[in-house]
C-alpha cells in the first residue's frame, strides 16, 4: 500500500509563490509515475503536472506551464510542485498521485491511471 502526504499549501496573494511537497512511504516511489491534481469547488478533479519514474520527462497542463515546476527525488521519496506567479484560478485543493509504471519515461497524463492519491492540500489564492 502506497501512502501520499501532501504539506505546503495555504493562503497567498496574486503573484506570490508556494512549493508544494508530497511524502510517499519509504520506497514509494520506485517505479511510480506521479503527478500533481487539483480540484476547485464544484468542479473536475484535473491534472496540473506529471513526471515520469526517472524525472526526465514532464507534463504541464496549459495555466501551468512556464508557472510551475514539477519535481522529485526517487532517493527521498518525495514530490515537489514549485508554483510561482499565482493567480486567484490557482485556488484550489491540491493532490498528489502515484501511478505504477514498467517503463522509467512513461508519463500518465489522466487521473483514471492513478492508482494512489493524497488527502489534498488546499492553496488560496486572493486577487
Known amino acids: 500500500q502506497v501512502q501520499l502526504v501532501e504539506s505546503g499549501g495555504g493562503s497567498v496573494q496574486a503573484g506570490g509563490s508556494l512549493r508544494l511537497s508530497c511524502a510517499g512511504s519509504v520506497g514509494t516511489f520506485d517505479t511510480y509515475a506521479l503527478a500533481w491534481f487539483r480540484q476547485a469547488p464544484g468542479k473536475e478533479r484535473e491534472i496540473v503536472a506529471a513526471?515520469?519514474?526517472?524525472?526526465?520527462?514532464?507534463h504541464y497542463s496549459d495555466s501551468a506551464k512556464g508557472r510551475f515546476i514539477i519535481s522529485r527525488d526517487n532517493a527521498k521519496s518525495t514530490l515537489d510542485l514549485q508554483m510561482d506567479s499565482l493567480e486567484p484560478t490557482d485556488t484550489a485543493a491540491y493532490y498528489c498521485a502515484a501511478a505504477p509504471v514498467l517503463k522509467g519515461d512513461t508519463i500518465v497524463g489522466s487521473a483514471a491511471g492513478y492508482r494512489y492519491w493524497g488527502q489534498g492540500t488546499q492553496v488560496t489564492v486572493s486577487s
Open positions: 513526471i515520469s519514474w526517472h524525472g526526465r520527462n514532464t
